[in-house]
């Protein structure tokens, strides 16, 4: 099974701040890979298909790139409604979470 | 619109099987694929099972022993079980849509299942 590696585990940024995710697969995934944001209490949404493939709705201050085993998700402008925890998921083979990034206020 | 509601028994006992049931609206099983994906409570989310627009299925490695994914398109139902539940079984449980080329692109509010005696 593919095993898929998010860092960091938590972040503290504050309003405006640009921030960076990163996931890892453990083989190459070729563009296969998507983001989810979810709120306490909430379900998950999608954000990002095909690696940088934005969600209809989503804003386009979240972007994302990568390809092959390495990918990043970047939010360029933080607002309030962003801080949430965001996972990326490998659809290559099959599927796996990373174990989520929980973006907090500093 | 796209619809997923999960129904299912709240609190099941050690070592049962548990059955839980999407029900769709707003598309057809036969043209998407739906997943189901649980999440302890405080904990990341895990992908289970899917079956898809063919009527094919697919398992997490971890879990395909327990588990069995199926479908009555009539009703506009996928329908999951699990069984030998355990304690760390306990989580909430969402059943979610695939698309051609976004995965679960809607996903249902979920159930949330304890296992305890």
């Known amino acids: 099974a593919i095993q898929v590696t998010q860092s960091p585990t938590s972040l503290s940024a504050s309003l405006g701040d640009r921030v960076t995710l990163t996931c890892r697969a453990s083989q190459d995934i070729n563009n296969k890979m998507a983001w989810y944001q979810q709120k306490p209490g909430e379900v998950p949404q999608l954000l990002i298909y095909?690696?940088?493939t934005l969600q209809s709705g989503t804003p386009s201050r979240f972007s994302g790139s990568g390809a092959g085993t390495d990918f990043s998700f970047t939010i360029s402008h933080l607002q309030s409604e962003d801080f949430a925890t965001y996972y990326c998921?490998?659809?290559?083979?099959?599927?796996?979470f990373g174990a989520g990034t929980k973006l907090e206020l500093k | 619109q796209v619809q997923l509601k999960e129904s299912g028994p709240g609190l099941v006992q050690p070592s049962r099987t548990l059955s839980l049931t999407c029900t769709v609206s707003g598309f057809s099983l036969t043209s998407y694929g739906v997943s189901w994906v649980r999440q302890p409570p405080g904990k990341g989310l895990e992908w289970i099972a899917a079956?898809?627009?063919?009527?094919?299925?697919d398992y997490n490695s971890a879990l395909k022993s327990r588990l069995s994914i199926s479908r009555d398109t009539s009703k506009s139902q996928v329908l999951l079980k699990m069984n030998s539940l355990q304690t760390e079984d306990t989580a909430m449980y969402f059943c979610?849509?695939?698309?051609?080329?976004?995965?679960?692109?809607?996903w249902g509010q979920g159930v949330m299942v304890t296992v305890s005696s």
């Open positions: 079956i898809w627009s063919g009527g094919s299925t």
């Open positions: 095909y690696a940088s």
């Open positions: 998921l490998q659809g290559y083979s099959l599927y796996t």
């Open positions: 979610a849509r695939e698309s051609a080329v976004a995965p679960f692109d809607y």
